[in-house]
């Protein structure tokens, strides 16, 4: 067999990840429509597995610390294969509520173990490049996953199948190319401290969360209701993923550069400005760069957060660091889709791009102050 190093196996297999999202969001939404299945329901169906994601990482990140990231990345990726099987061959809705949030288990351990691998092959001169490619391998896939739709027409169970022989596939490749590496659990508790000193990649990673899950949702919304007709939406909504994937890594390779810090400033900055101006503009095409501005800021906020949560952890500390990173993900993935579309509903619509905005600003004031407290200690 071909000899695979361990750093371009983290690529497959969150490129296998990426795939199995993008198959599983809008095929699974697509099918229980045909299905006469109730709005609310759909889109809880999808939060499910965001939930899982969730409340797994714990469990996550402990299996990393006593069976070594070897062992969890495949387990999530057979787990995730599995889920995708079960989905093909059965369409009740309870068993589906069950496998999506074990699909979002098997996600999460596919995550929490790949950002935990890319920390540890990278040096502070190249993880934000090689976090980078990781953001980039993922949404490439994620792009792809949609090709899920045309596969419906083969049946069901194709899309479905796809992704989960796929996630198998790469699951066996994780075995024979990650080497074992025997961890040093630290003792389970609780630390207040160990999260406070995280506290800028914790809330790069919930804004993460909640700006993707939200513009995703948002974005084909906003311009429906301002005028645009489908193919310009689609035109629009192309626009913000390719920033979200092709700029993450010019964005997280010039965090190399001038500091992850200070990159994740920039990052909010550039969200801001783009949000802001998607709010004044005409409504016209010359949206659509605002909008890849926009994706890339959003894009690069994951990489980045992953990052810094490297540059301020023991390797021993890695796991558990990457665990609560990835919780803080899925917190802001379950808030992410439906706060703004409350306040749509609510106040209107460009009051849902403000709330988008005001969180970054938010964000920023975060930042800020956690750079004066860290001014303030090192000056004593």
Same mark, same amino acid.
């Given at each position: 067999?071909?000899?695979?190093?361990?750093?371009?196996?983290?690529? $497959?297999?969150?490129?296998?990840?990426?795939?199995?999202?993008?198959?599983?969001?809008?095929?699974? #939404?697509?099918?229980?429509?045909?299905?006469?299945?109730?709005?609310?329901? %759909?889109?809880?169906?999808?939060?499910?597995?965001?939930?899982?994601?969730?409340?797994?990482?714990?469990?996550?990140? @402990?299996?990393?610390?006593?069976?070594?990231?070897?062992? &969890?990345?495949? #387990?999530?990726?057979?787990?995730? =294969?599995?889920?995708?099987?079960?989905?093909?061959?059965?369409?009740?809705?309870?068993?589906?509520?069950?496998?999506?949030?074990?699909?979002? $288990?098997?996600?999460?351990? %596919?995550?929490?173990?790949?950002? &935990?691998?890319?920390?540890?092959?990278?040096?502070?001169?190249?993880?934000?490049?090689?976090?980078?490619?990781?953001?980039?391998?993922?949404?490439?896939?994620? +792009?792809a996953g949609p090709a899920g739709l045309w596969m419906l027409s083969f049946g069901m169970w194709v899309p479905f199948t796809v992704a989960g022989l796929l996630c198998g596939a790469v699951a066996a490749l994780v075995f024979k190319s990650v080497p074992f590496v025997q961890e040093h659990p630290p003792e389970l508790r609780?630390?207040?401290?160990?999260?406070?000193?995280?506290?800028?990649?914790?809330?790069?990673?919930?804004?993460?969360?909640?700006?993707?899950?939200?513009?995703?949702?948002? $974005?084909?919304?906003?311009?429906?209701?301002?005028?645009?007709?489908?193919?310009?939406?689609?035109?629009?909504?192309?626009?913000?993923?390719?920033?979200?994937?092709?700029?993450?890594?010019?964005?997280?390779?010039?965090?190399?550069?001038?500091?992850?810090?200070?990159?994740? +400033?920039?990052?909010?900055?550039?969200?801001? %400005?783009?949000?802001?101006?998607?709010?004044?503009?005409?409504?016209?095409?010359?949206?659509?760069?605002?909008?890849?501005?926009?994706?890339?800021?959003?894009?690069?906020?994951?990489?980045?957060?992953?990052?810094?949560? =490297?540059?301020?952890?023991?390797? /021993?500390?890695?796991? @558990?660091?990457?665990?609560? &990173?990835?919780?803080?993900?899925?917190?802001?993935?379950?808030?992410?889709?439906?706060?703004?579309?409350?306040?749509?509903?609510?106040?209107?619509?460009?009051?849902?791009?403000?709330?988008? /905005?005001?969180?970054?600003?938010?964000?920023?004031? =975060?930042?800020?102050?956690?750079?004066?407290?860290?001014?303030?200690?090192?000056?004593?």
């Amino acid at each position: 067999m071909l000899n695979v190093s361990p750093f371009v196996t983290t690529l $497959i297999a969150i490129f296998a990840a990426g795939f199995g999202f993008g198959i599983v969001l809008p095929v699974t #939404s697509v099918v229980l429509e045909q299905q006469h299945v109730a709005t609310p329901v %759909i889109g809880l169906m999808a939060t499910v597995m965001f939930i899982g994601l969730a409340l797994g990482a714990p469990l996550v990140g @402990r299996s990393i610390e006593l069976r070594g990231v070897r062992f &969890t990345l495949a #387990s999530g990726l057979a787990l995730t =294969a599995v889920c995708m099987l079960l989905l093909g061959t059965a369409l009740s809705l309870p068993l589906w509520f069950f496998i999506r949030f074990f699909m979002g $288990i098997g996600f999460g351990a %596919i995550f929490t173990s790949c950002e &935990t691998l890319i920390n540890r092959l990278s040096t502070d001169k190249n993880r934000g490049r090689n976090l980078g490619l990781y953001g980039l391998a993922f949404s490439v896939a994620l +792009m792809a996953g949609p090709a899920g739709l045309w596969m419906l027409s083969f049946g069901m169970w194709v899309p479905f199948t796809v992704a989960g022989l796929l996630c198998g596939a790469v699951a066996a490749l994780v075995f024979k190319s990650v080497p074992f590496v025997q961890e040093h659990p630290p003792e389970l508790r609780f630390d207040f401290a160990f999260v406070k000193k995280l506290r800028i990649s914790l809330v790069a990673m919930v804004m993460a969360g909640f700006m993707e899950g939200a513009l995703i949702a948002l $974005i084909p919304v906003y311009a429906l209701r301002t005028g645009f007709d489908p193919t310009r939406v689609g035109l629009l909504l192309f626009g913000f993923m390719f920033g979200h994937g092709a700029l993450t890594p010019a964005l997280s390779t010039l965090g190399d550069r001038i500091g992850l810090r200070s990159m994740v +400033m920039v990052t909010y900055a550039l969200g801001i %400005i783009s949000f802001s101006v998607v709010l004044i503009m005409p409504k016209s095409m010359w949206l659509m760069p605002v909008l890849v501005l926009g994706g890339a800021s959003v894009g690069a906020l994951y990489p980045l957060g992953v990052g810094l949560l =490297a540059q301020c952890t023991e390797p /021993a500390e890695l796991a @558990r660091g990457n665990a609560l &990173t990835t919780f803080c993900y899925g917190l802001g993935s379950i808030a992410g889709p439906f706060v703004p579309a409350i306040i749509m509903h609510l106040v209107g619509v460009p009051a849902s791009l403000f709330v988008v /905005a005001a969180c970054l600003y938010c964000a920023v004031f =975060a930042w800020m102050a956690a750079q004066r407290r860290a001014q303030t200690i090192s000056g004593r």
